[in-house]
């Protein structure tokens, strides 16, 4: 017997109604649940990411000193948020989890409209706005996880990183074109911006539909059932009820059965994996990389007011929406290892044009590295949109939420350490030359480790991330 595998059960599954659960809400759209995570993505991702952006040098004309404690206070914020949703997001029901993050939100935006040049009020701002993401964070990624159709469980996971690549969009081309004399505060349009999302995310609170497998742990089959009929399309009828209710019952009766001590042994090989995945995203979009496209620009170009920052940003943006549409159809693994390698090999280019000392004095060089810069985030945004799926389906059941919790924790502690150790020093070469040696190492490792798990239930996909290695494509 292979790790992973235990004998099999004899499930009883008794399907509670065979009716679809009547509501006003049924006739609103085609999923309520997926309109709510696609808004709710949207909305709530979109201003982490402009908070995110503001860190990562976007702070250019607000007024408040770009020290470091500005820089990291936000990723601090998501380590507490993270921390908190892992011992807690088990126990109570996702929209609590909703609800909390946007109030937060709602806060972090109103300080930054009533009181935008005070540095101690922003500071409290970004602490209090990064524990709404952190929170919402593992929340998200679970929920969705679960709930998702086995055959657009990536597009739908996405939605998070497509949220924050949206929402830097935002914040740097806004940073980027703004003009001094304007008679309102860079800040102010930041919370102004903050304010409407939250007020979006409000109201769509009521299209959110909780996983039967939170009730199914609780030996609520009726409730179970109500949540499974309003995640299935209009044109499901009864068996399809029956086939969706059952998997996730196997996968809850699965996951109860295996002790503490098999499912953290069972679960060493698949957190090794995403280990590696996810924290490479904390380098598709950093200070050093904001620092290269600006000085890159300026000397290209003469001015940083110019087109290559603004096709920079909406480039990694475009590239989560490239993976969005097309990860379910070609498969998750060769859409983020073509995305690695590419920017690996990216990196490795501007490390080789920095290695010239007198390359950043030539406007012909740093024309290529503002060009290479822009090629890199298409790729980036490609490469991060598989992660959010990848840390739904790896873990067992009962510790997923603490291992989704420390990884998430791990991205936010390499932003950190980045801008400590790259923040002021200008070091291009030795940033870029590191981390691309380090990504075609992971680029290596996870082709060989990384499983595809298009189109399989999250049972199978777990069972399937514990393979040591696993080279197939599909």
Request: neutral net charge; glycine residues 8%; charged residues 15%.
């Amino acid at each position: 017997m292979t790790i992973g595998q235990y004998p099999q059960q004899q499930v009883t599954i008794e399907v509670v109604s065979d009716t679809r659960h009547e509501s006003k809400l049924n006739g609103c759209c085609l999923n309520r649940q997926r309109l709510h995570n696609i808004i709710t993505g949207m909305v709530m991702f979109s201003y982490g990411g402009m908070d995110m952006a503001q860190g990562l040098g976007w702070n250019l004309y607000t007024g408040i000193p770009d020290t470091q404690q500005f820089q990291f206070s936000w990723f601090i914020g998501v380590i507490i948020g993270a921390l908190l949703a892992s011992i807690s997001v088990s126990l109570l029901p996702k929209m609590f989890f909703y609800c909390v993050a946007i109030v937060l939100q709602l806060i972090d935006a109103i300080i930054c409209v009533s009181a935008p040049y005070n540095y101690d009020a922003m500071v409290a701002a970004r602490y209090i706005g990064g524990i709404g993401i952190g929170l919402i964070t593992v929340a998200f990624i679970i929920h969705n996880s679960e709930v998702a159709p086995k055959n657009e469980r990536g597009k739908w996971c996405a939605v998070e990183q497509s949220g924050l690549g949206l929402g830097i969009a935002v914040q740097v081309i806004m940073d980027s074109m703004w003009n001094p004399a304007l008679p309102i505060g860079n800040n102010q349009v930041h919370g102004i911006i903050g304010i409407g999302f939250a007020i979006v995310a409000i109201a769509i609170l009521i299209l959110s539909v909780e996983s039967p497998i939170f009730y199914l742990r609780r030996n609520n089959d009726m409730k179970a059932n109500t949540c499974q009929w309003e995640l299935l399309d209009k044109k499901a009828d009864t068996e399809d009820c029956k086939v969706a209710f059952a998997e996730n019952n196997r996968y809850v009766a699965e996951g109860t059965s295996e002790t503490l001590a098999h499912e953290i042994t069972v679960a060493m090989v698949p957190y090794f994996k995403m280990f590696l995945c996810r924290c490479l995203v904390a380098f598709s979009f950093s200070l050093p990389l904001t620092h290269t496209i600006i000085s890159s620009t300026t000397s290209w170009k003469g001015t940083m007011y110019s087109w290559p920052i603004i096709v920079w940003r909406l480039l990694r943006w475009i590239g989560t929406l490239i993976a969005l549409l097309v990860m379910d159809k070609l498969g998750r693994k060769i859409l983020s290892m073509l995305g690695l390698i590419c920017m690996a090999g990216l990196m490795l280019g501007m490390a080789g044009i920095y290695n010239d000392p007198l390359s950043v004095s030539n406007s012909v060089e740093m024309g290529k590295v503002c060009q290479i810069s822009m090629a890199y985030q298409i790729f980036a945004g490609m490469f991060v949109s598989g992660t959010p799926a990848y840390l739904g389906e790896a873990f067992p059941l009962r510790i997923k939420p603490f291992l989704i919790a420390t990884i998430v924790i791990m991205e936010q502690l390499i932003h950190i350490i980045v801008i400590v150790t790259f923040g002021k020093s200008g070091n291009f070469f030795q940033y870029y030359l590191g981390v691309g040696i380090v990504m075609v190492i992971c680029f290596l490792i996870l082709t060989a480790m990384l499983p595809e798990t298009r189109n399989m239930t999250l049972r199978e996909a777990g069972h399937r991330f514990r393979r040591l290695h696993d080279l197939f494509a599909h």
